[in-house]
Nanobody, 128 residues
Framework: QVQLQESGPGLVKPSQTLSLTCTVS??????????WSWIRQSPGKGLEWMGA???????FYNPSLESRTAISRDTSKNQFTLQLSSVTPEDTAVYYC????????????????????WGQGTQVTVSS
């Protein structure tokens, strides 16, 4: 059973960089044909796919967030990370990490059923 766990600060100041880590257990982030995504849900909105890193290390980003987003990985720790720069209060959301196949890439409104595993999510609030 693959498990994903998000970690990082729950409060970030405007203009700063939000950094989150997803720790994966029960499976490897280098497993063929798996893609490791970051998804968020703001109050009253749907699930927004932010980007992903693939099993080979290739990265993919939501065009609306690409200029502010960086996703990387540490295979020795079986973790992948999200950095979102220049945050504003509009970036306040529950942030999830999840994994699935290639059909999840560029699905800008994420469908929970398309993913094999999800983390429980972590609330991030952007406020001074």
């Amino acid at each position: 059973q693959v498990q994903l766990q998000e970690s990082g600060p729950g409060l970030v100041k405007p203009s700063q960089t939000l950094s989150l880590t997803c720790t994966v257990s029960g499976g490897s982030i280098t497993t063929n044909n798996y893609y490791w995504s970051w998804i968020r849900q703001s109050p009253g909105k749907g699930l927004e796919w932010m980007g992903a890193i693939g099993y080979s290390g290739s990265t993919f980003y939501n065009p609306s967030l690409e200029s502010r987003t960086a996703i990387s990985r540490d295979t020795s720790k079986n973790q992948f990370t999200l950095q979102l720069s220049s945050v504003t209060p509009e970036d306040t959301a529950v942030y999830y990490c999840a994994t699935g196949g290639a059909d999840t890439i560029m699905e800008l409104t994420a469908n929970r059923n398309d993913y094999d595993y999800w983390g429980q999510g972590t609330q991030v609030t952007v406020s001074s």
